[in-house]
């Protein structure tokens, strides 16, 4: 009777082992999906917060473009001295409990897809890293994009390829509305368009800028402000070597150039007749920005893009005519 006795107590100790076991696991199971959805509760709300940090960061960057370029005695200051954020191109601050960091590009300093030769643009495919065979696939394909014909070049693409993919659509045959037109175009993947962060041998990351840093639908003109224009940029006018490229870059960070004469005048560097019709300091009043914006203590950030003209015929001074909310968060 006490082996049977002792053999029962074993059984229900052994059972109720297996049935705090079991309430374990369903209490963790419960407790991970109460994490989860707490975690995915605090991400959305500071998604939520990042979008409109952004929009305050893009709106605080157009108060200072509009400062800098609406006011007659600011500009003719901006030629003697250092160059401020918004030539810099970054204009950073705070909303809130967050931080936004805003990136400005002045239109004028890109080349206008809509007039660029075909030696330019593979010129400067070639400079922004773009290996040579999808370099050649890319610079043919955008030229019968924009061409009126339907024949395509040798590594080009016409109706006959865009019609076989899913979905398909039609080449445009005319000119570039926005610069975004180029994801429809044969060869131009996301990193080739938005860029992509590397790391380097010794740990550090850097950002490799794609086409729509350099390109742009905004301009009037083939000509390049040579004040705003990336190096890139400025290797692709014909007759401007890398050397010649690099130190006018160098040049304008210490002081804007007034005129483009001043390139020979100031610089050790000879600029043929054939460069000047592709370069200018004149200015389109067009400017994209990128605001990339975080609340403090949080990893989940919000890119926003928006091109902006300024407009003394506006209301406001200014006018959005591009906006984009789906911009990678690169």
Request: net charge negative; charged share 20%; glycine share 6%.
């Amino acid at each position: 009777m006490t082996r049977v006795c002792r053999d029962s107590k074993g059984v229900i100790l052994i059972a109720l082992l297996w049935i705090l076991t079991a309430l374990s696991v369903i209490a963790l199971s419960f407790s991970r999906e109460g994490f989860v959805e707490v975690a995915a509760a605090r991400n959305t709300r500071d998604l939520a917060d990042a979008y409109y940090i952004a929009r305050a960061g893009l709106m605080a960057a157009v108060y200072q473009i509009m400062q800098r370029q609406l006011n007659p005695g600011v500009q003719q200051l901006e030629l003697q001295n250092a160059p401020d954020p918004i030539d810099l191109g970054i204009v950073t601050g705070g909303f809130g409990d967050g931080e936004y960091l805003v990136d400005v590009q002045d239109e004028s300093g890109k080349i206008n897809l809509n007039f660029v030769m075909d030696e330019q643009l593979r010129t400067l495919l070639d400079a922004i890293g773009i290996p040579k065979h999808d370099a050649d696939i890319i610079a043919d394909s955008i030229m019968d994009w924009k061409d009126a014909d339907s024949a395509h070049r040798l590594n080009g693409a016409e109706d006959d390829y865009y019609q076989s993919l899913n979905p398909p659509y039609k080449a445009k045959n005319g000119r570039l509305d926005t610069v975004e037109e180029l994801l429809l175009v044969r060869g131009v993947t996301l990193d080739y368009f938005y860029g992509h962060s590397e790391k380097t041998l010794d740990g550090s990351i850097i950002y490799k800028y794609g086409l729509s840093r350099y390109l742009t639908v905004y301009s009037m003109t083939p000509s390049t402000n040579i004040n705003y224009a990336p190096v890139q940029v400025l290797m692709s006018i014909p007759g401007i070597s890398p050397q010649v490229a690099q130190a006018i870059y160098e040049r304008r960070k210490v002081r804007p150039f007034a005129n483009v004469n001043e390139i020979t005048q100031q610089l050790p560097a000879t600029i043929g007749p054939m460069s000047m019709p592709f370069l200018s300091t004149n200015r389109t009043g067009i400017f994209t920005l990128t605001a990339r914006a975080h609340r403090e203590n949080s990893r989940v950030q919000r890119a926003v893009r928006a091109v902006v003209s300024l407009d003394a015929r506006e209301v406001n001074q200014y006018k959005i005519i591009y906006w984009n909310e789906n911009v990678p968060n690169l």
